[in-house]
């Protein structure tokens, strides 16, 4: 049995191929694309016997979990905070690395039962769910620039106690 471990971002992943020993037997980087859980798939083709875990799979890493769970693949939510433990602890530093992490998600996967499993989510319009899904539909739009926020300037700045609770200053 392989586990997969899979490290998100927003524009790119690192997956690592680890065996049931804890071997590393081989890594991939990918572009995020509607072609990623394609992609992933091909290049674990090989290893017919295989689970995914995905840091992440209710945040950035949603997407990737959720396409491969509609492809009726096992796949395993890894906290980030448990990965962030099990770096510091196998590598004996915090320094991250995108295989070092995706390592560490196939290593928590491999000794941590009780992981919560991804079940693909029933997409009512038939779509097929987007990497970009974390992300607000104004903010994938072509050339879209956040407007400056005004609460700033509009908002009465108060002092005098912690907490800004206090007189308004004039």
Same mark, same amino acid.
């Given at each position: /049995?392989?586990?997969?471990?899979?490290?998100?971002?927003?524009?790119?992943?690192?997956? /690592?191929?680890m065996?049931?020993s804890?071997?590393?037997?081989?890594?991939?980087?990918?572009?995020?694309? *509607?072609?990623t859980?394609d992609?992933?798939?091909?290049?674990?083709?090989?290893?017919?016997?295989?689970?995914?875990a995905?840091?992440?799979?209710?945040?950035?890493?949603?997407?990737?979990?959720?396409?491969?769970?509609?492809?009726?693949?096992?796949?395993?939510d890894?906290?980030?905070?448990?990965?962030a433990?099990?770096?510091?602890?196998? #590598?004996g530093?915090?320094?991250?690395?995108?295989?070092?992490?995706?390592?560490?998600?196939?290593?928590?996967?491999?000794?941590?039962p009780?992981?919560?499993?991804?079940?693909a989510?029933?997409q009512?319009?038939?779509?097929?769910?987007t990497?970009?899904?974390a992300?607000?539909?104004?903010?994938?739009?072509?050339?879209?620039?956040?407007?400056?926020?005004?609460? #700033?300037?509009?908002?009465?700045? *108060?002092?005098? *106690?912690?907490?800004?609770?206090?007189?308004?200053? /004039?």
């Open positions: /049995m392989i586990t997969i471990g899979i490290d998100p971002h927003k524009s790119s992943l690192t997956a /690592m191929a065996d049931i804890g071997v590393s037997v081989a890594t991939i980087r990918l572009a995020v694309t *509607t072609t859980v992609q992933l798939q091909q290049w674990a083709a090989s290893w017919p016997q295989r689970r995914w995905v840091e992440g799979a209710e945040g950035l890493g949603r997407g990737v979990a959720q396409g491969l769970a509609a492809a009726d693949k096992q796949v395993v890894v906290p980030a905070q448990l990965a433990r099990a770096r510091l602890l196998n #590598s530093h915090a320094r991250k690395t995108d295989a070092l992490d995706a390592a560490s998600v196939a290593a928590v996967a491999l000794h941590h009780r992981l919560r499993v991804v079940r989510e029933d009512a319009d038939g779509s097929f769910p990497y970009l899904g992300i607000p539909r104004s903010s994938r739009c072509a050339g879209h620039r956040p407007e400056p926020s005004s609460s #700033s300037r509009s908002a009465p700045h *108060t002092s005098g *106690t912690p907490g800004g609770v206090g007189r308004r200053d /004039m």
